[in-house]
């Protein structure tokens, strides 16, 4: 079996996790990671979706803060602090600073950012294929209003500086309407027996990477089944700020609003008009909801996207692994 999954940091990676403990030896999972969060840093190129899932299933991520590398050291941030180098608000570790030495190192040499991440992965190992979703240069921004006044700034900077504090007034993928889908992309969502929509957050990390032209319509003209599992339990986000860029784009935080914001594909196998001109094509064709969220299945299945309530808290590796069972489950059920 061929699994293709979108997927962005933390969330993502721990579902990956699970998903290999259920899959067999011979299957084949290629993970199509969001570059949107990249950022650069100390002149170098930070990719920290990419890295997140790599050093997650590679088995050297940081467990309790689900990023960076495990067994830290700081010297190099303490430094640049000395030498009045910031930003000081985005740490990078002795470890994470050597990988986006050899990554930058390997781009300016030439290289395209798919083979980069090919070539650092034969050190993790992670037992999947690890695409970026683009090798052009897309950067997540966000629109704020503060006390400087309406501006634009880097996700990285929204997040981790602001802490999300302030209200995203508009989500945008700079760069993304010109990028092209990299190597191996759409051959694979074409090629694929199961999509997978990770509970990664759905505007930043999977709608950057719908962004990109030709993917949402590969995801959508795929013949196979397209499950997604909800990131927000009990009308709130399990991890992370998802609500604030939902409600940047007209979204309420709630598992049936999410399901429908991505739509679904039984309404365009029907011949309606959604995601006819000037709408986005609709992409699922099951969607998991948390058992807390059991009110939430008649809207969705109201808008022909199948839609089951299982426990989605990934407490463990047994719980993980369950809810990946459970989206393979659903894949079949709803395979045409």
Request: aromatic letters at 4%; hydrophobic letters at 45%; glycine letters at 12%.
């Amino acid at each position: 079996m061929r699994i293709v999954a979108l997927a962005g940091g933390i969330g993502g990676a721990r579902f990956l996790r699970g998903l290999k403990d259920v899959v067999s030896p011979e299957d084949e999972i290629t993970v199509i990671g969001n570059t949107g969060d990249d950022i650069h840093l100390f002149g170098l190129k930070v990719c920290p979706d990419l890295d997140t899932v790599m050093y997650t299933l590679g088995g050297g991520i940081h467990e309790e803060q689900g990023w960076g590398r495990a067994d830290e050291t700081w010297s190099i941030k303490a430094e640049m602090k000395e030498y009045g180098v910031g930003p000081e608000w985005f740490g990078l570790g002795d470890r994470d600073f050597a990988t986006h030495l050899v990554r930058s190192q390997m781009l300016t040499a030439g290289y395209s950012l798919s083979q980069v991440t090919e070539a650092l992965c034969v050190r993790w190992q992670p037992g999947v294929r690890l695409l970026p979703m683009s090798d052009d240069r897309v950067e997540t921004h966000v629109r704020i209003t503060d006390a400087d006044g309406t501006r634009a700034i880097h996700f990285q900077e929204y997040w981790v500086r602001l802490h999300a504090a302030v209200d995203a007034e508009a989500i945008i993928p700079v760069g993304a309407d010109t990028a092209k889908p990299a190597p191996g992309v759409l051959e694979a969502i074409a090629a694929a027996d199961v999509i997978l929509l990770p509970p990664s957050n759905p505007v930043v990390s999977i709608g950057t990477i719908l962004a990109v032209p030709g993917i949402r319509q590969a995801v959508s003209q795929a013949s196979a089944p397209v499950v997604g599992l909800s990131p927000i339990i009990g009308g709130a986000p399990v991890r992370g700020m998802a609500d604030k860029v939902l409600a940047a784009v007209g979204v309420e935080a709630t598992a049936d609003a999410v399901a429908l914001n991505y739509g679904g594909r039984a309404a365009q196998r029907a011949g309606s008009d959604e995601g006819g001109a000037g709408r986005a094509a609709g992409l699922l064709d099951g969607w998991l909801v948390d058992t807390a969220d059991q009110d939430a299945v008649a809207a969705v299945e109201a808008a022909g996207i199948r839609c089951r309530a299982v426990p989605l808290l990934m407490t463990d590796a047994e719980a993980t692994a369950a809810m990946a069972r459970a989206a393979l489950e659903l894949a079949e059920q709803v395979r045409v």
